[in-house]
Nanobody, 123 residues
Framework: VQLQASGGGLVQAGGSLSLSCAAS????????MGWFRQAPGKEREFVAS????????YYADSVKGRFTISRDSAKNTVDLQMNSLKPEDTAVYYC?????????????????WGQGTQVTVSS
């Protein structure tokens, strides 16, 4: 399984960014895909997840209403649209996958990980 994250960058508070995670290497029909983030000096934390079919999503309270996770079946990607960004959203963002459709928020529940992409929100 290979996960390739892209799309990070620098944005001012209140702005938007979109991240994309390209998945390859196997059939993901029964997988759940997630986005996590890790700020300097902090533990990696759950952001959002979605079933590969796209019929179920789950969000951390801190991003609910601002971030939207989605699947692009044509591109085989999982995307994270981030709006109304705040300085506290600054972190390295990682995409991940687990071989279950059941929602999960713990890092240990996700077996496959992509490399991170930096998101920096300036005040």
């Amino acid at each position: 399984v290979q996960l390739q994250a892209s799309g990070g960058g620098l944005v001012q508070a209140g702005g938007s960014l979109s991240l994309s995670c390209a998945a390859s290497g196997r059939t993901f029909s029964y997988y759940r895909m997630g986005w996590f983030r890790q700020a300097p000096g902090k533990e990696r934390e759950f952001v959002a997840s979605i079933t590969w079919s796209g019929d179920n999503t789950y969000y951390a309270d801190s991003v609910k209403g601002r971030f939207t996770i989605s699947r692009d079946s044509a591109k085989n990607t999982v995307d994270l649209q981030m709006n109304s960004l705040k300085p506290e959203d600054t972190a390295v963002y990682y995409c991940a996958a687990r071989s279950s459709r059941v929602p999960a928020t713990a890092v240990s529940n996700y077996y496959y990980w992509g490399q991170g992409t930096q998101v920096t929100v300036s005040s």
